[in-house]
């Protein structure tokens, strides 16, 4: 997909609707403790091929592949087993979105990329460089195997998301978004503002920018807000949590309702958001919410 086909389909959404949480419904559908659910896609796949179809069933309009583990499998030296499950996760999610739109509505599969999880640079012990050649792998392997666009995902380093946008735009020539995690102060881990992360998207050549993770859909709107302050025209995309979670008989759980999750989306919409999903505990129940209060808008608009 190239960047005037990612503004077009924006535009003829009106509300793009990417799909719920994967990690929390692999929990929910026995993934063995201490494994990445990314190697769900080598040893469960029919299990992540029906929690997309799930998300399709809901009314989503993206499909995220199950691959946010997979840079830091890379980062651990296990390149081999690492690409594998991505190239079988972006299959996955190809497979669901071309049989989930049979009624001849267009669904997009993106590659999703997580961060290292350990500081770069002279802050931490991974270099730069190493970083860039893990992620350019990555949106190599992603481009081959079909996906739409890259979406960089939960990031908390300005500087890494960055690199990791040059690194996907010069061996994929997909579109590439990105979303950073910040708390309810407003900053992401680093300490940086929407709008620090703005500049930079700008300067990257991000296509959309957002928040996901680390917030409710009501906590998260005072940064959605400086997010499309200073986005100024850009595409915003809003994935938040369902609410905080809880630890309660050895799991961690979430016990927001879809109809609260759509009421909060409906917040984040009012302020102008272009694009709306959810990130940990959200699910397939929640995105069918979503999708009727979107409906509901149109409607009452036209």
Same mark, same amino acid.
């Given at each position: 997909m190239?960047?005037?086909? +990612? ?10 609707? $990417? ?9 929910? !559908? /026995? ?9 769900? @896609?080598?040893?469960?796949? /029919? ?7 799930? @998300? ?11 691959? $946010? ?6 980062m651990? /030296?296990?390149?081999?087993? *690492? ?12 497979? *669901? ?5 049979? @009624?001849?509505?267009?669904?997009l ?16 012990g ?11 792998s990555?949106?190599?392997a992603?481009?081959r195997?079909?996906?739409? $666009? ?8 300005i500087?890494?998301?960055?690199r990791? !946008? ?7 020539? #997909? ?14 881990y +680093? ?7 703005v500049?930079? *998207?700008? !300067? ?7 928040? @996901?993770?680390?917030? &409710?859909?009501f906590? +998260? ?7 499309? %302050? ?11 949590? *369902? &609410? ?11 016990? +927001? ?6 009421a909060?989306?409906?917040? #984040? ?22 999708? &009727? ?8 608009? %036209?």
């Open positions: 190239r960047e005037a086909e +990612m503004i077009d389909f924006f535009e003829s959404r009106g509300v793009v609707l $990417f799909d719920a949480a994967m990690g929390t419904a692999l929990m929910d !559908a /026995g993934q063995p403790p201490g494994t990445g659910s990314e190697g769900m @896609n080598l040893s469960a796949p /029919g299990t992540v091929l029906r929690i997309h179809s799930e @998300n399709i069933d809901a009314g989503c309009d993206v499909l995220t592949s199950n691959t $946010f583990g997979v840079t830091q499998l890379m651990r /030296g296990e390149k081999e087993k *690492a690409l594998s499950a991505l190239e079988t996760a972006v299959g996955l999610a190809k497979q *669901a979105a071309e049989s989930g739109g049979a @009624n001849g509505k267009k669904i599969a993106c590659l999703c990329v997580g961060p290292t999880g350990s500081l770069l640079g002279p802050l931490g991974v270099s730069y460089e190493a970083a860039e050649a893990v992620f350019e990555q949106a190599e992603g481009a195997c079909g996906a739409d $666009f890259v979406l960089l995902e939960t990031f908390a380093d500087e890494e998301l960055v990791a !946008a040059r690194a996907a735009h010069a061996v994929s020539g #997909l579109p590439v978004l990105g979303t950073m995690t910040f708390g309810a102060g407003g900053r992401s +680093m300490g940086a503002s929407p709008a620090d992360f500049r930079a *998207a700008r !300067a990257c050549g991000l296509s959309a920018v957002g928040a @996901n993770c680390s917030l &409710g859909p906590e +998260m709107a005072p940064v959605i807000e400086e997010l499309i %302050e200073a986005a100024d025209g850009i595409p915003v995309i809003a994935q938040p949590n *369902a &609410g905080s979670p809880l630890y309660r008989d050895g799991r961690t759980v979430y016990e +927001m309702t879809p109809e609260d999750f759509s909060g989306a409906e917040r #984040l919409l009012t302020l102008g958001i272009s694009a709306i999903g959810g990130c940990c505990g959200t699910t397939p129940a929640m995105i069918s919410a979503v999708r &009727g209060m979107i409906d509901k808008r149109r409607e009452r608009n %036209e």
